[in-house]
Nanobody, 126 residues
């Protein structure tokens, strides 16, 4: 079973930085990673896309984080990172990593299967 585990969240003052990491385990069943990304869900709000990166290394960012956040990946280690600089109180949320993979397990092939981590809390104080 493929598992995603996020780390790096915590409490930081406005203007500070955090680096989130997401590690995939049980990756022997993954044939390829098509895209990786980060979403966040603020208290009382809907989950929203923060950043994503495709197989071709094309990146996409939410308007509110452009110029402050950077998504990166290590394909050899099946990891994705989110470097967050100049943090604002509005960035406070639970951050979730997700991947879309081509998966093979028990002779069953699934194309573009979406997997989600359990989330890591980022709190930015003013």
């Amino acid at each position: 079973q493929v598992q995603l585990v996020e780390s790096g969240g915590g409490l930081v003052q406005a203007g500070g930085s955090l680096r989130l990491s997401c590690a995939a385990s049980g990756t022997g069943s993954i044939l390829s990673i098509n895209s990786m990304g980060w979403h966040r869900q603020a208290p009382g709000q809907q989950r929203e896309l923060v950043a994503s990166i495709t197989n071709g290394a094309d990146t996409n960012y939410a308007d509110g984080v452009k110029g402050r956040f950077t998504i990166s990946r290590d394909t050899a280690k099946n990891m994705v990172y989110l470097q967050m600089n100049s943090l604002k109180p509005e960035d406070t949320a639970v951050y979730y990593c997700n991947v879309a993979v081509d998966h093979l397990s028990d002779s069953v092939f699934t194309r573009n299967l979406e997997l989600w981590g359990q989330g890591t809390l980022v709190t930015v104080s003013s």
